[in-house]
């Protein structure tokens, strides 16, 4: 019997922000991070072309020992998630914007959702909105640019303080509570957006409940307790240092701050 992996599928380095917490929760599972960083940024693409990313993706990875795939990619999941699941038989967990813990805290202020310009304009976000009945709690803000951003791993410099600032120029935050991160490369920002905002608004993102989905879904890793990562950028394998930089980010950024 093989050992198999946990595939986490992103379009870059988005999705090491959701290995990063499964490595912390799930420390004895193997992982297989697959970035296409060739086709990176998807959000700003139109549909099509993600599916057909998503699908060439998606077979390069079947190619892996995997028992289970985290499409650790908002925009992906929009456009693809469900065809995957019909044409795929093992558990394929998606993730969306958290729209609905936001809603259910019950607070009558509205939550603005950050994310990328596809997973806004497509009709899988528009029916979550709607099936909460929460079109008047809240609104969207497409903010593509911070893909680029974390790509470039510019996580504070004074272009990303402009782009803040002016993103944000026309919120009338007294009427928020909360800002959903809806988008996985956005976590990297936490920190930063935390000084563009009140004190009041709060952070909500998807990560723990989408892993403890996963971890529903798979049977447990039954090979002992160190985890093996292995990684690849667009069909071919890497070294792991190439990530290192990000989840040695994260892992300081978890250490000041604590995850919502
Ligand atoms: N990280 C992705 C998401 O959660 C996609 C970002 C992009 O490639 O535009 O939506």
């Known amino acids: 019997m093989t050992e198999r992996y946990i595939g986490v599928f992103d379009s870059g380095v988005g999705g090491l922000t ?5 490595q912390e929760l799930m420390p004895h599972e193997h992982f297989l991070y697959y970035a296409d960083s060739a086709n990176v940024p998807y959000g700003n693409k139109p549909t099509v072309e993600i599916e057909r990313l998503v699908d060439e993706a998606i077979n390069e990875m079947m190619k892996q020992p995997i028992k289970a795939i985290v499409l650790a990619c908002n925009t992906a999941t929009s456009v693809s998630a469900a065809r995957l699941r019909v044409n795929y038989d093992l558990p394929i967990i998606g993730m969306e914007p958290a729209v609905k813990p936001a809603v259910l805290e019950g607070d009558p202020r509205k939550t603005l959702v950050l994310a990328t310009e596809l997973t806004l304009r497509e009709s899988k976000y528009k029916e979550l909105v709607k ?30 303080s402009r782009y803040l600032r002016t993103s944000f120029a026309g919120i009338q935050w007294d ?30 993102d998807g990560h723990d409940g989408t892993i403890n989905h996963l971890s529903n879904q798979i049977a447990r890793n039954p090979f002992g307790t160190t985890s093996k990562l292995k990684c690849l950028l667009s069909g071919h394998e890497v070294a792991n240092e190439i990530v290192q930089p990000y989840l040695n980010f994260l892992n300081q950024r978890s250490s000041r701050f604590a995850t919502s």
Do not use: W
């Not at 991160?181 to 563009?196: A, D, Q, R, W």
């Open 131 to 160: 099936s909460l009945n929460a079109e008047e709690k809240v609104d969207a803000l497409p903010m593509q640019k911070l893909v680029d951003y974390a790509e470039e791993y510019e996580f504070e410099s004074p272009e990303l």
């Open 18 to 22: 959701l290995l990063h917490r499964a």
């Open 175 to 204: 009427d928020y509570k909360s800002v959903v991160l809806g988008c996985t490369h956005f976590l990297y920002f936490k920190e930063m957006l935390s000084k563009f905002v009140p004190s009041h608004i709060h952070f909500i």
